[in-house]
């Protein structure tokens, strides 16, 4: 929700401009919070604002203002303000910022900025997306390996001002290759040896990525080892960035966005709801419902193949929904049960045959459960003198015996069908929640009739 506390202040401000006030609104409060009493504010007026404070200041409040704002302020305020503003952001913050910006105007801002922060740019726009190196940032805290602690302590404390994070203190030889990690405490403890090399106090056990390592692993590999940041290396071994917790966390939440799309067949899409075209979203959904639409088809034909037998025993319609639903709903939870377990690396494809007999004995196990349910419900469902006579002697068991059956399958294809995507190559949280469906209808119908048949002939 929109804070409009200050905005009529605010806008009464820039009307006079009163820088001395707007200063003052700056500086009052934290930066997030600033930025979120402008929320109300166009991008031009909210720039109007962030010039009457310092550029550290500006830096920080822009950081916070939604992205789409963040874009319209680039591609439309004074090129040489925006330059100076963007020169002084992180390299991997900048580089994802440019990514969104009009191809023309970006050519147009990278002339202003400084050599250095251009080549960075240059560089890390080289790396592909969802890569460690379109991930990283280049401002890493390191040191050399011949170093004394006195000298090391002297070297950080005039590029602090520049760096991330100085938590982590990584450790290169002549050549910049990695050769250990030692952290900010420890070089601080052993002030009292300022003679001491830190070579001899760093860690040699390190956990690197590589710049073409996907971004997956890189969340996978901060999370499991619970790291504030983690080092990122070339085909040579030389340190050329890092990847903070924030950066990560940022990836965790883009990564979740989309697996929470791709389990409602909906493809993922590039920037947020509001910002997407009605075409994009007229396409990324429309291709999964066709999909599931032609598998309803072949539902429908199965439906259509047992007409006779359903106009013969007319009560079996009534549970065709709950037998269906059932098997659906196993299969999607065996579906995503592997793809999490998949995504997080708790199994591989090489599991194949564990898994297969796990779901196997889950599914009769949960089939057994509903199959209670379901004969309690089919009994006093069709307790008339029709279902009771000699023919229909078995008729009780139909309903309770297609749940086990159904379910158990469900359960199984569910587990199966993201392994085999997964095998092919393709994406399995895109892929198989429709397909889950559409197989676990089908067979849900042919088991369901079969069933009937053999039992009520």
């Known amino acids: 929700m929109v804070n409009t506390l200050f905005l009529p202040e605010l806008r009464e401000m820039l009307a006079e401009n009163n820088s001395f006030e707007l200063h003052e609104f700056c500086t009052a409060l ?63 913050d900048r580089v994802d910022l440019l990514h969104d910006v009009q191809p023309t105007i970006v050519e147009e801002l990278l002339p202003l900025l400084p050599a250095d922060e251009r080549r960075e740019i240059l560089k890390l726009r080289e790396y592909p997306e969802n890569t460690a190196g379109a991930m990283m940032t280049t401002e890493v805290a390191m040191i050399g390996d011949a170093l004394t602690v006195r000298k090391a302590i002297d070297e950080l404390s005039r590029e602090a001002e520049h760096l991330e994070t100085i938590y982590y203190i990584y450790v290169v030889d002549r050549d910049q290759r990695l050769r250990g990690v030692v952290t900010a405490r420890r070089l601080l403890t052993a002030l009292g040896k300022p003679d001491k090399l830190v070579r001899d106090l760093m860690d040699i056990d390190l956990i690197v990525v590589h710049t073409s390592d996907p971004s997956q692993e890189v969340t996978a590999k901060v999370a499991k080892y619970d790291l504030h940041a983690i080092p990122v290396v070339d085909d040579h071994e030389r340190l050329v960035g890092i990847i903070t917790h924030d950066d990560v966390i940022d990836a965790f939440r883009q990564e979740a966005t989309e697996d929470a799309q791709r389990s409602a067949a909906v493809a993922p899409l590039e920037a947020g709801y509001m910002q997407t075209s009605l075409l994009t979203l007229w396409w990324k959904r429309g291709v999964w419902l066709t999909v599931l639409f032609v598998t309803a088809m072949f539902t429908a034909s199965a439906l259509r193949y047992y007409e006779g037998q359903l106009i013969r025993w007319g009560w079996l319609i009534i549970f065709i929904p709950l037998i269906m639903s059932s098997g659906g709903n196993s299969g999607n939870q065996s579906a995503t049960l592997i793809i999490t377990a998949l995504t997080t690396g708790n199994i591989k494809l090489s599991d194949w045959r564990r898994i297969l007999w796990r779901e ?98």
């Not at 720039?47 to 591609?75: G, T």
């Not at 198989?432 to 119908?445: M, Q, Y």
């Open 30 to 92: 934290h930066p997030a919070r600033t930025a979120e009493f402008m929320e109300g504010l166009e991008a031009a007026d909210s720039w109007s604002v962030l010039r009457h404070a310092d550029l550290k200041l500006r830096e920080e409040i822009f950081a916070y203002f939604p992205h789409e704002k963040q874009i319209a302020i680039i591609q439309t305020q004074d090129r040489s303000e925006i330059a100076e503003l963007l020169a002084d952001i992180a390299a991997d």
């Open 360 to 457: 196997l004995l889950v599914g009769l196990m949960l089939g057994g459960m509903l199959a209670v349910a379901g004969f309690c419900v089919a009994w006093f469902q069709t307790m008339g003198p029709e279902h009771k006579s000699h023919s229909y002697v078995w008729w009780p068991l139909v309903v309770p015996l297609t749940l086990v059956l159904v379910v158990t399958c469900g359960a199984v294809s569910g587990s199966v069908l993201p392994l085999l995507f997964k095998r092919l190559g393709l994406d399995p949280a895109l892929m198989s929640n429709p397909f889950v469906a559409g197989v676990s209808d089908i067979l849900a119908i042919v088991i369901y009739m079969t069933v009937a048949v053999l039992l009520l002939r």
